[in-house]
């Protein structure tokens, strides 16, 4: 079957979640209004930090806006189209599991579909400040026109980079179950440290964000040519093969580990 039936099918899929979970529209009005309220504080410390001490490490408040905002609209795109990845452990104590092995479709589709989530509060948030920060950065003259395009290039770019390294950190599951706690260090705590530049952080902690957990490619490493102009232009064709290359691995560890799967009724 070709990939146009698969995209057609997780379309039908994602349709059917998003009807199931608009019946609870008060839980989806409060869920969305709590996590802007949580961007928003989120943002607004590192706001207060750079009012108080002007720049971190040369980077100004427009360009950490800027690795905030990359970061938070990549992580949406992420979460929006593949959110039960980063709940397996739920379907792997629960069985639920083996309900989706049952379906006439393909695992990780069905896995995808399940449970999509509208995320308007994240997308409005990211897009407010990033449309802030460059607006900023152009008034400058540190930016053009052209940054605009090579962001969107690095949003999508860095989505399959964080679905990557969610759908590596998932597929440990099948063999370990709980994976709460790597979860929380692979994806929370490597998102949250690259939000701001790693230039702060010292040599070892950068080649860890850079290489074992490459978040640092979703917004700083792209930031450098867009803002700074470092590198070349080659910079973002770069980062778009590194993505697919993460995820062609990450593909192949999920294959091998629901390989080793065992059942709960076996």
Known sequence: MTIKYWLGLYAVLIRSSVRSGMQYKFNFILGTILAALVQFAEFLMIAIVLNKFGAIKGWSLHEVGYLFAVMTLSKTLYRMLANDVHHLEKYLTTGELDQLLTRPVPILLALMSQNFRL???????GSTILFWSLHGLHASGQITWIALPYTLLAIIAGSVILFSIGLAT????????RINELQTLTEDSAQTAARYPLAIYPAWLRSILLIVIPVGFVNYVPSLFILRGEYGPWLMPAIALIAGIVLCLAMKFWKFGLSRYQSTGS
Request: hydrophobic share 65%; no cysteine.
């Open 119 to 125: 995320m308007p509060a994240e997308l409005l948030q």
């Open 170 to 177: 998932a597929a440990v599951g099948f063999w370990m179950t």
